[in-house]
């Protein structure tokens, strides 16, 4: 169930709401985890910007279209997601339980 914090410049959500927006298409996929982890299995299609390069790979996010970040459990991600709001953007999501709960959840990984 998606979730909007106050103070939060980004929408909480569950792996199955991630893999829905993702099913649906036009959203860009943000791994917000280190290379060695991204190489290691990510979310099929999902860009590898590690949490603290956001700020310098900004031209890299998309400006079109929501932002979904996830990292192994949802805390990276969610300061990547910080990151890009103090850029501008404001269509953000964070999946909660990040690649931990996608793999759970039986969800398809590319290496």
């Not at 792996?15 to 649906?24: H, L, Q, T, Y």
């Not at 036009?26 to 917000?32: A, G, K, L, N, R």
């Not at 991600?77 to 910080?82: D, G, M, T, Y």
Request: net charge negative.
């Amino acid at each position: 169930m998606a979730v909007k914090n106050e103070g939060e410049p980004f929408t909480r959500i569950d792996v199955s709401e991630a893999k829905e927006m993702i099913d649906n298409g036009d959203v860009q996929v943000i791994d917000s985890r280190e290379m060695h982890e991204h190489a290691d299995g990510h979310v099929p299609g999902s860009l590898n910007i590690s949490h603290m390069a956001t700020l310098a790979r900004a031209a890299d996010l998309a400006t079109d279209k929501p932002i979904l970040f996830i990292c192994k459990s949802g805390q990276r991600s969610a300061v990547a997601a910080e990151f890009a709001a103090s850029l501008g953007h404001t269509d953000l999501y964070n999946v909660e339980g990040g690649h931990d709960y996608w793999a759970a959840a039986g969800y398809e990984m590319e290496s």
